[in-house]
């Protein structure tokens, strides 16, 4: 298989940024969730097998790679493949079995990565899959799996976002929702549908049966109210990066606006209190 040196940049349609705020933004996001449900990856999985290959599609900082490469066995490898690895520590740094590879996952995979990996392991998703559409991009993910190989999948459901008013928030309106609504709509490259009003993470394991994987387990976890905030400032982090990178592109003061909701939101950070569940869905390929 190819490495990162040997493989060649790809196009990059990516509207967050991969700057210092974003890289603290998916480590916290990484721990905050690793803390609530308990796993890296799901148990149903079976990690303890001797030469496990492991792929991380989006690898961001690497951080899940970092952690799940300490509790695998020595003899497993792993796999970030990227679009990018600004985000990643410097390869020396990093445990030796870990390997990262440029590889655009709505791009067919090329002949080195099919039927290669024991476990598949995404998250954090909603702004690279296009159209609200995960098929082509889980169809892609079950050529480089082994037969019998597991995806596992975890999101932010926003299908389940709602913010409230604390019983003491009397000064909140709504902002964090107006901002959601905003970016989910106009934070592309081109239209795309509201990932609010047609979310297609609720629609995972539904997609999974559909492409043919078996043995489809799905764990919803509803983020515990005192962690809820920490989340929510990660997400108005992100709501700063797509308006520098996509709003203020499109014009017509739409950045400005983003902007102005984010603020919103930091004043009334106080009165607001965010029920999110976050998603994860875990599928087999077929052995035969
Ligand atoms: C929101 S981050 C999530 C990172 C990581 N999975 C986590 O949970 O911390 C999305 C990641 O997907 C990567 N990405 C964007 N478009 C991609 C594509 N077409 N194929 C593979 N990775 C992509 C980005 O570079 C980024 O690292």
């Known amino acids: 298989m190819k490495t990162e040196a040997e493989t060649r940049p790809v196009e990059d349609h990516y509207i967050l940024s991969r700057g210092f705020a974003a890289n603290i933004r998916l480590n916290l996001q990484h721990y905050l969730w690793k803390d609530e449900v308990g796993y890296l990856l799901h148990p149903s999985i079976p990690l303890h097998v001797e030469g496990l290959s492991v792929a991380d599609i989006g690898v961001g900082t690497g951080i899940w790679l970092v952690e799940l490469s300490r509790v695998l066995r ?38 080195d990565l099919i039927e290669q990996f024991d476990v598949i392991h995404l998250q954090c998703f909603n702004s690279v899959v296009p159209d609200n559409d995960p098929v082509p991009v889980v169809h892609k993910l079950m050529k480089m799996l082994k037969p019998g190989g597991y995806i596992s999948w975890s999101e932010f459901d926003f299908t389940s976002w709602k913010t409230t008013a604390t ?107 965010l029920g999110l569940d976050r998603l994860t869905v875990i599928g087999r390929k077929p052995v035969a």
């Open 74 to 111: 020595p003899s497993a490898r792993l796999y970030g493949l990227d679009v990018s690895h600004a985000q990643c520590p410097p390869t020396e740094v990093m445990p030796s079995n870990i390997f990262l590879r440029i590889h655009d996952c709505l791009s067919e995979p090329p002949s």
């Open 167 to 273: 019983a003491s928030g009397t000064d909140y309106n709504d902002e964090a929702n107006t901002l959601l609504e905003y970016n989910a709509t106009l934070g592309h490259t081109r239209p795309k549908p509201n990932f609010m009003a047609h979310n297609w993470t609720a629609r995972l394991p539904l997609t999974f049966e559909t492409l043919g994987m078996r043995e489809i387990v799905v764990d919803r976890h509803p983020f515990s109210r005192e962690i809820a905030t920490y989340l929510l400032d990660t997400f108005m982090v992100a709501g700063q990066e797509i308006s520098a990178n996509v709003l203020d592109a499109i014009g017509g003061g739409q950045g400005d606006v983003a902007r102005g909701l984010i603020e919103a939101v930091g004043r009334n950070r106080r009165n607001i209190e």
